[in-house]
């Protein structure tokens, strides 16, 4: 190897560690450092921690484009989504729902805590979970960006209610929204909870972004994006963190169903065995081991872990 090809890698780097300053200027805005509205700065620490999410997604594909995948792109890439995906989203979720309640305020912490143990361990998994013959049309748990994103789209749709109570301007949506404002904050701890439970789970996610680009679009697929189409236009406010906890949790409550509900249904109503053995409906859970990667694909591109 040549001078020129050990050249680093500038372009990708950049992107990666793009990713880094994002997470950490969402934990500083969410520290309201900037003395501002909160409700402001919690807004843009949300929106940084999507950002992050852009250069998570990019500086895999900028690393393959200019032929500069190398294990160093890969781990770096895990440093700075322990950072973006791990502790600013535990410590947003810890500003936004924050309590005067001592136990409360303890409870908290031991979720973020959580949270960030789970999201490490996610990362790691990832890492050392690689195989050279898988496609990787899907996730051994709760990707840690989606996981991130879940619990900052909160946040963005309180601001949004509030936004809309300024214009209205209406006693009775001040109430309203007052009291989502209130729920939003009591709901989100246990949201993080389920999502950092998934994390480390094994139950099956599908891999949306390499479904789409490789040409897999099924019916059901369509009817989901005019769906979503549809809800952007008639709630706006609520559509990130619908869209969120759709893939978070769709996954799972569609395994559980096909674990339990339809092994009970198949039980009373047996169909005849395939050749292959058991008539039974594949379930979502992931028992068969490890999910494996493909490194050539994904050197420098941990935006699935």
Same mark, same amino acid.
């Given at each position: ?8 890698? +500038? *372009? ?63 781990? *770096? ?45 996610? *990362? ?51 109430? +309203? ?62 559509? +990130? ?14 395994? *559980? ?49």
């Amino acid at each position: 190897m040549n001078r020129r090809e050990k050249v680093f890698a +500038v *372009l990708p780097t950049m992107l990666t560690l793009g990713n880094a300053v994002c997470g950490f200027g969402a934990i500083t805005f969410a520290a309201k450092w900037s003395g501002g509205d909160p409700a402001l700065s919690l807004f843009i620490a949300s929106c940084l921690i999507f950002l992050s999410m852009v250069f998570d997604a990019l500086d895999g594909s900028a690393a393959r484009l200019t032929k500069q995948t190398s294990e160093f792109g890969a781990q *770096l890439d895990s440093l700075c989504d322990a950072i973006s995906f791990g502790a600013a989203p535990a410590f947003l979720m810890l500003q936004f729902s924050q309590s005067r309640d001592l136990l409360h305020l303890r409870l908290l912490w031991w979720i973020a805590a959580l949270y960030v143990a789970c999201a490490v361990l996610r *990362l790691a998994r990832f890492n050392v979970e690689t195989d050279e013959d898988d496609a990787h049309d899907a996730f051994s748990g709760l990707p840690s960006p989606a996981a991130a994103g879940t619990v900052a789209s909160f946040p963005i749709m309180a601001f949004g209610f509030r936004h809309l109570e300024d214009a209205a301007n209406d006693k009775l949506w001040e109430r +309203v929204a007052t009291w989502l404002d209130t729920w939003t904050a009591n709901v989100l701890p246990f949201i993080t909870l389920a999502v950092a439970c998934l994390m480390v789970s094994r139950i099956r996610y599908a891999h949306l972004v390499n479904q789409l680009i490789r040409g897999r679009r099924p019916r059901q697929h369509l009817i989901q994006v005019v769906f979503a189409i549809a809800v952007m236009f008639v709630m706006p406010q609520v559509s +990130v963190p619908l869209f969120c906890c759709w893939f978070a949790f769709g996954a799972p409550v569609k395994a *559980l169903w096909n674990e339990s509900v339809m092994r009970w249904w198949y039980r009373g109503h047996p169909r005849p065995a395939t050749a292959g053995g058991s008539a039974l409906p594949e379930t979502g859970w992931k028992n068969d081991g490890p999910t494996s990667i493909n490194p050539a694909d994904h050197d420098n591109d941990m935006d699935d872990a």
